[in-house]
Nanobody, 128 residues
């Protein structure tokens, strides 16, 4: 079974940028739809929220909150999905999770119950 592993989190000042990586241990991402979600570390009771996704055919989609600031891409030769976070703001502070998914709804966003596997997350902290 493919295990998803995130990397690239850290501390950045408001207005800065950061790159997150999702790789697969024990398999390939080439035929997986991959999404990024995030969760406020100060509110663990809240659901994870959709950030961005890319289909196995490399079609991207974004949540409204990150449109124009974040970019998702996939690099099958490196077995990696990359999320570029630009113009970061303090409200972007979160644990970011990589996930595989299978769409079962017509909703543009990837829904939590469409996720098939999760990574363990990587923390992004944006200071003001």
């Amino acid at each position: 079974q493919v295990q998803l592993v995130e990397s690239g989190g850290g501390l950045v000042q408001a207005g800065g940028s950061l790159g997150l990586y999702c790789t697969a241990s024990g398999g390939t991402l080439a035929h997986e739809n991959i999404a990024w979600f995030r969760q406020d570390p100060g509110a663990p009771g809240r659901d994870r929220t959709f950030v961005a996704a890319i289909t196995w055919r490399a079609r991207p989609k974004y949540a409204a909150a990150v449109w124009g600031r974040f970019t998702i891409s996939r690099h099958n030769d490196e077995n990696t999905v990359y999320l570029h976070l630009g113009d970061l703001q303090p409200e972007d502070t979160a644990v970011y999770y990589c996930a595989s998914y299978f769409k079962t709804s017509a909703n543009d966003d990837v829904l939590l119950d469409e996720v098939t596997d999760w990574g363990k997350g990587t923390l992004v902290t944006v200071s003001s």
